[in-house]
């Protein structure tokens, strides 16, 4: 599965600025589980993301998720 990773995002996180850089591999493992029906490993993984790292890392991996759901199942309609 051939992801697309968006472009660095800037993100302000406790009003300190920075860049997020998201791992490819880390997000096709998300894909995986996600489309293998296993969704509470999905959030679990990125909830302990979110605790480790960043405040905003859901929004990146859920955003990049619903892009590929969406490719997925809205391109097979068209």
């Known amino acids: 599965m051939k992801i697309e990773i968006p472009e660095f995002k800037k993100f302000q996180d406790n009003n300190i600025s920075g860049v997020m850089i998201v791992n490819p591999y880390w997000l096709e ?9 296993y969704l509470a490993e999905v959030y679990e993984e990125v909830a302990d993301t979110k605790i480790n790292y960043s405040a905003s890392i859901d929004k990146s991996a859920y955003g990049i998720i619903s892009q590929e759901f969406n490719k997925k199942h809205l391109g097979d309609a068209e």
């Open 29 to 37: 493992h998300l894909l995986n589980l996600f489309f293998q029906g």
